[in-house]
Structures are given as C-alpha cells and as structure tokens.
C-alpha cells in the first residue's frame, strides 16, 4: 500500500508549523489539527497532497499565530523560542539550519504573521507565489511585495557571518568548559565587547529580565551562576541544526545557544523556561 502522503510529509509539515510558530508544543497540535482535516477531504480529489498539506498547516499555523500573540505579549520576561534536539544531519542542509536556528526564529518573531508565512513559505521552502497567496488569502501580487519587505527586515536583523560547523563547535566547547570551571576571563575573551544575552524563564525560574549588554557583565553574571550552583554541569548537543548547550545547575536544566562572528560570541540565547525544554532528549525531525 502506497505511503499516506500526510505521513510521507510529516516531518515538513512540523517544521513548517515550527518555524512559523516557534514553538514546537504549538508546532504539534496544529500539525495534529491539519491531520484531521487531511481525514475527512476525499484524498481521491486532492491533485498535490503536498501542497494541499503545506496550505492546511500555513493556514491553521496563522489561527494559532493570532490567538498566541496576547499571550506573547504577557510573557513574563524575555521570550525566545523553544529549543529542539537536532542530528548532525541536520545543519548538511545549510539553509534549513539557519532558518531553525534560535537567532533567525528570534528574528522572525519580529515580523507580522502573514510576512512570516510569507517569508517561511518562500525563503526557507521555496513555495510559488500563487501556493502562498491560496494559503494567506492574499493576491500573488501582494505577496512578492510581501516577500520582498520580510526578505529585507531579517536580512538586516539576523546574524551577518555564517560560521563553519567546526568553528561554531570549538568555540561552544570552550564557552561551555570556560563556564563550567567559572573562569571569568575566559568567558570574556570568548565574548565580543558588545554581546548580548538574552534569558527567557518564562516568570517560572530566574532569569535576567531584559537583554544584558557587555562582555564583562555577561561573562561575570555566567561565572557567578556557575560557581553558586551545586552539581553544575555542561555538555555540548546540537540544537536546531547547529552546535549548543546544556547546562544543569542545581538539577534545573538550560538549554544555551550562541551567535559567532569572528571567532566571537556576540549573542547569547539562554532558555530556562522548563516549559520549553521538554524536546531535549530526542532529535525532532525537520525536513523541506
């Protein structure tokens, strides 16, 4: 028997759904609702399953942008997205990692709904103008002036070098050792004068509540925690298609991700919340 076609594309329609949402709790039920929907359409008259799929998923994604953004807007502290446990495989497809990594889904949490399944939709998955526009309810015209404007505001926000994988690896590895032993000097010289760290504990565990600026204090504030936490404890995954963090301080987990430019740490992305860190035991499947 022939494969069902929403089984066959499950894992692009979760990362569909993830990068839209940034949230893979969220990415999950809507890929469940879409699934539902999939069960009762004659899959006789569905010309493109894939298409149909990414249409369904793009437009439940939308219901669940707009219901999420009170919510959003209420958090308590910094959000930033839910982490995911991901195989080196992974960052082989190098614009699928950079479009899962937490700094550009950061940045895309900047955008509108509608330009984010637009710029998801074209940038990452190459969708046609005409697929969009069924998917968004709005006019292909209207969408390539859509593209257009999403493409130039995360160009100008997400991070200006992409680095080697064994770059990116080296400097996590020495980040994380310099960290676990609490030598503060180390974490400086790891840093860019200018890095910023950005926490999210969601108001259940401590975190910083506003971005933190400066080498020095990051490094000194990393340093602290680790010399005050009992049973601290670092190990090198990969998360979101590139080379992470997991810290464990007292029996709370972390999950870290950084921005490297020049051999440099110039963006610290710590993710607390343990409502965001149910996904790091195992890989998520992404595909395109």
């Known amino acids: 028997m022939a494969k069902d076609p929403f089984v066959a594309h499950r894992g692009l329609l979760f990362t569909v759904a993830y990068e839209m949402l940034g949230s893979a709790a969220d990415a999950e039920d809507v890929v469940q609702e879409s699934w539902l929907r999939w069960a009762g359409v004659d899959h006789a008259r569905v010309r493109d399953p894939r298409a149909y799929l990414v249409r369904t ?3 439940q994604s939308l219901n669940r942008l707009r219901s999420l953004s009170r919510s959003r807007e209420e958090y308590v502290g910094e959000w930033l997205p839910e982490p995911l446990l991901t195989s080196p495989d992974v960052a082989e497809d190098v614009e699928l990692a950079e479009s899962v990594s937490i700094a550009v889904l950061t940045v895309l949490e900047t ?15 190459a969708v046609p103008y005409g697929e969009i526009a069924g ?12 593209a257009r404007r999403a493409r130039e505001h995360v160009a100008a926000r997400r991070p200006r070098v992409r680095v080697s994988r064994s770059e990116q690896q080296a400097v996590v590895e020495r980040f994380l050792v310099a960290l676990r032993t609490g030598r503060l000097r180390e974490l400086m010289d790891l840093m860019a004068p200018d890095v910023v760290m950005i926490a999210d504990g969601g108001g259940i565990v401590a975190a910083a509540p506003a971005p933190v600026h400066g080498a020095e204090v990051v490094a000194g504030l990393l340093a602290r925690a680790g010399r ?10 990969w998360l979101n298609g590139a080379p992470a963090g997991r810290i464990e301080c007292d029996g709370e987990p972390s999950a870290v991700s950084l921005v490297v430019e020049d051999g440099r740490v110039t963006r610290i992305y710590l993710v607390r919340n343990p409502r965001k860190l149910t996904r790091l035991d195992v890989p998520a499947v992404l595909a395109r």
């Open 111 to 125: 955008l509108g709904p509608v330009e984010r399944a637009v710029f998801v939709l074209r940038e990452v998955f």
């Open 57 to 59: 998923v793009t437009r």
């Open 135 to 146: 998917a968004t309810g709005k006019s292909p015209a209207a969408v390539r002036q859509i």
């Open 228 to 237: 005050l936490g009992a049973g601290f404890r670092t190990a090198a995954v």
